[in-house]
């Protein structure tokens, strides 16, 4: 550590004495900005396997900015940092550059921050907002298939599968008395039905949204988190059915939780 308590390197790269000058500036800083310093002091001499870690947690911090660290010195670092390039090459694992999240973390300082950051930089955020993802609806729809099928091949094949509508044929034939009415009633010779065709439906629209505008940059998390909040809904009802004694329906819901997590895994943005 230095004698102000900044972080210093002992490797004599252009990277390190790089960053050896931003930590000669004002002394108000935080401590995420040291953070941050020292992290890109380590990035820029790190192996191309590193790189990508080490970048995607200078861009997690650098969105922290905005929140924890609006001084006026924070925006005098961060234009150094873009002004002298330090940032130049430093990519996380999605592919964004750390000179983006420094830029944005720049104009969510506010004014008058905000008009200081190079037209060059502005553009450079434009074009990464607007970037559009591959969208792999070829093994997306594959799967999301073959979840559907088979939720329906233990729907339909679960014990009761004359009751989907109702009592039963034998009831209203009078040749077995009818169940009492009531919610445990109706529960269990419509309502697992109902909850299972409410996951098929949610694991359809969620794939119309992944094939239609999931390519997009800002929707994909959201398509993504439609996607895992399915799988967890359908673990939980798969549970509950089991414990219930609804094996058929219960199992269906399974597949169609294991349909939907598929998918969210599948649509991890490369």
């Given at each position: 550590?230095?004698?102000?308590?900044?972080?210093?390197?002992?490797?004599?790269?252009?990277?390190?004495?790089?960053?050896?000058?931003?930590?000669?500036?004002?002394?108000?800083?935080?401590?995420?900005?040291?953070?941050?310093?020292?992290?890109?002091?380590?990035?820029?001499?790190?192996?191309?396997?590193?790189?990508?870690?080490?970048?995607?947690?200078?861009?997690?911090?650098?969105?922290?900015?905005?929140?924890?660290?609006?001084?006026?010195?924070?925006?005098?670092?961060?234009?150094?940092?873009?002004?002298?390039?330090?940032?130049?090459?430093?990519?996380?694992?999605?592919?964004?550059?750390?000179?983006?999240?420094?830029?944005?973390?720049?104009?969510?300082?506010?004014?008058?921050?905000?008009?200081?950051?190079?037209?060059?930089?502005?553009e450079a955020l434009r074009r990464w907002e607007r970037r559009t993802l591959p969208v792999p609806w070829g093994p997306l729809v594959g799967t999301l298939?073959?979840?559907?099928?088979?939720?329906?091949?233990?729907?339909?094949?679960?014990?009761?599968?004359?009751?989907?509508?109702?009592?039963?044929?034998?009831?209203?034939?009078?040749?077995?008395?009818?169940?009492?009415?009531?919610?445990?009633?109706?529960?269990?010779?419509?309502?697992?039905?109902?909850?299972?065709?409410?996951?098929?439906?949610?694991?359809?629209?969620?794939?119309?949204?992944?094939?239609?505008?999931?390519?997009?940059?800002?929707?994909?998390?959201?398509?993504?988190?439609?996607?895992?909040?399915?799988?967890?809904?359908?673990?939980?009802?798969?549970?509950?059915?089991?414990?219930?004694?609804?094996?058929?329906?219960?199992?269906?819901?399974?597949?169609?939780?294991?349909?939907?997590?598929?998918?969210?895994?599948?649509?991890?943005?490369?």
């Amino acid at each position: 550590m230095g004698a102000r308590g900044y972080p210093t390197v002992m490797r004599s790269s252009p990277g390190a004495e790089a960053i050896r000058e931003i930590n000669d500036g004002p002394p108000a800083r935080s401590e995420l900005v040291d953070r941050i310093t020292s992290l890109i002091t380590e990035a820029r001499t790190a192996s191309d396997d590193q790189q990508p870690d080490m970048a995607g947690a200078i861009n997690e911090l650098m969105a922290r900015l905005p929140a924890e660290a609006t001084s006026e010195e924070t925006a005098v670092w961060l234009l150094r940092l873009l002004d002298d390039g330090h940032l130049d090459g430093l990519r996380d694992e999605a592919g964004q550059p750390s000179s983006v999240a420094a830029t944005r973390a720049l104009l969510g300082l506010g004014y008058p921050h905000a008009m200081q950051v190079p037209p060059e930089r502005l553009e450079a955020l434009r074009r990464w907002e607007r970037r559009t993802l591959p969208v792999p609806w070829g093994p997306l729809v594959g799967t999301l298939l073959l979840a559907a099928m088979m939720q329906c091949f233990f729907v339909l094949m679960s014990d009761q599968p004359r009751q989907l509508f109702g009592v039963s044929a034998e009831c209203l034939a009078g040749e077995v008395p009818c169940p009492p009415a009531g919610l445990s009633a109706w529960f269990r010779y419509e309502g697992q039905y109902l909850v299972s065709t409410g996951l098929f439906l949610e694991n359809v629209l969620a794939g119309v949204a992944a094939v239609t505008v999931g390519r997009l940059q800002k929707v994909r998390p959201r398509v993504r988190l439609g996607f895992l909040g399915v799988g967890v809904l359908g673990l939980l009802t798969w549970g509950a059915l089991l414990a219930l004694g609804y094996a058929g329906v219960g199992w269906g819901a399974f597949m169609s939780a294991a349909g939907a997590l598929a998918a969210w895994r599948i649509l991890k943005v490369p």
